[in-house]
């Protein structure tokens, strides 16, 4: 891996060189092994939290990881394209727009002893912007190329907080235009039931139970680009124990086996049928 510019990105992007490379900054990777007319995107897995911020937060090193989607880079990482946020979303939230991407308060709780400063959040703004520009120019690169393309967009959830059953994967799609696109949306819920993961005896996947779509990376590609769809896939926090920060390896790696193949396919599918209309 390489560490390159902003703009030495967006140029690699616009040339269709194949290269794996962290920003600048180290607040994101991209991957491209090829170009092919599908995105993995993991924009809440990063955990970095830079130190001149310790100090100054409310919420300990465990209540930010407990907040972030640990993992959800792992998932998806022997896609083609991946890109994936390196940074906490304490920092900065890469699924919030600009002008609300630095929290005040933080699932009922002040995150700051003191206001950040005017160049504390310059800082912070400044790496949710370059990541956006390079969103931008991949995407438009492969709309340009293929037409049409899918974004896997990777989460999870905490599943322990709620009071009643939940699916161990919820779609968001009420941002995204379910006319156009509700057989692919519906496509991908039944191929996700045919999960088998370790210790869970099915595998529910449905639409709009718990989480809605509601998150920026999904609204701007979705507002951008209209020949994009944006699959919010949120897994249920069933690969981890999330009251006590423990990963469970054997999980994990059985959805990323098995997500090898059905991002594949589900993304073709869509491809070819788009090629068609």
Known sequence: ??????????????????????????????????????????????????????????????????????????????????????????????????DQAIFEDAWGKKLWKEPLNPTQRKRS???????????????????TKFGAIVVYDMHSYNWKRWDREVPVINLGTTNIDNEKFGAYIEGWRLSLTGLTIPGIKETTAKVNDTFFGNGYFLKYITKNFKNTLVLATEFKKIYCDELHQVIYPEIVSAIEMQLQKKIREHAMAFYNSQKTE
């Open 1 to 98: 891996m390489i560490r390159l510019s902003t703009n030495e990105i967006i140029n690699k992007i616009n040339r269709e060189e194949i290269f794996e490379t962290v920003s600048e900054d180290y607040s994101f990777t991209i991957k491209i092994d090829k170009y092919v007319p599908y995105v993995c995107g993991a924009v809440h897995d990063g955990h970095q939290f830079r130190k001149e911020l310790w100090e100054n937060c409310l919420h300990s090193e465990y209540e930010r990881w407990y907040e972030e989607d640990p993992c959800t880079k792992e998932f998806v990482k022997n896609h083609s394209i991946l890109i994936a946020g390196c940074d906490s979303r304490f920092e900065y939230d890469l699924n919030r727009a600009t």
């Open 125 to 143: 703004i400044e790496k949710h912007n370059a990541f956006y520009r390079v969103v931008h120019a991949l995407i438009e690169k492969l709309e």
